[in-house]
């Protein structure tokens, strides 16, 4: 197994760990560094550090692009597979996109369900789609949240999007472009 591949696998133990027992990650990955029982790559600390900096982000697209499932109803491997996933995809900027799913696919084949394979591809193949499309700005058009008295939302660090590689993370509106009508053809002058 690969050095990447052997980090991915313990950011994914200690992000279920962290999970499975309700302790904030960066506390249990600290321990984990400081007690020294299982290495933890340099790569394992960057991607738990990452999915903990970037989590609401990452939760919010996993699951605006789960087709019938929630995120609380998915395994908690697959989650946290999917987490490290969405986290490389838009974040490891020297992690190519094909290897980054092909890497989470494998986390979840070797630790998860029988169909979590083809759940983590799909739905890592869709945010990586959607990265990578061009956002359509429409005058008057916003992404952001408007705040109310139901849902006091004030976009900021939380829900701001990454300025490095995620520029196309906003899904792609469709508009429809009206085209002037061709100018009538000259009309031809009678002959005498």
Do not use: C
């Amino acid at each position: 197994m690969a050095a990447r591949s052997k980090a991915r696998k313990r950011a994914l133990d200690v992000l279920f760990e962290a999970e499975l027992r309700g302790l904030p990650v960066l506390e249990l990955l600290a321990e984990r560094i400081s007690l020294g029982e299982r290495p933890t790559p340099e790569y394992a600390a960057e991607i738990v550090r990452g999915v903990a900096m970037h989590r609401a982000e990452i939760d919010k697209l996993i699951a605006g692009n789960a087709v019938d499932w929630t995120l609380e109803r998915m395994p908690a491997v697959d989650r946290n597979v999917l987490r490290i996933g969405v986290w490389e995809l838009l974040w490891a900027d020297d992690v190519p996109d094909g290897v980054a799913i092909s890497e989470a696919v494998e986390l979840a084949q070797d630790l998860s369900t029988d169909g979590s394979p083809a759940f983590v591809n799909g739905l890592l193949a869709k945010v990586a789609t959607i990265k990578d499309a061009p956002a359509v700005v429409e005058p008057g058009v916003t992404d952001e949240p408007a705040a109310s008295a139901e849902s006091p939302m004030v976009p900021g660090p939380a829900m701001s999007r990454p300025q490095t590689r995620t520029s196309g993370l906003v899904r792609p509106k469709i508009s429809t472009v009206l085209r002037p009508a061709e100018p009538p053809a000259p009309e031809a002058a009678p002959e005498d």
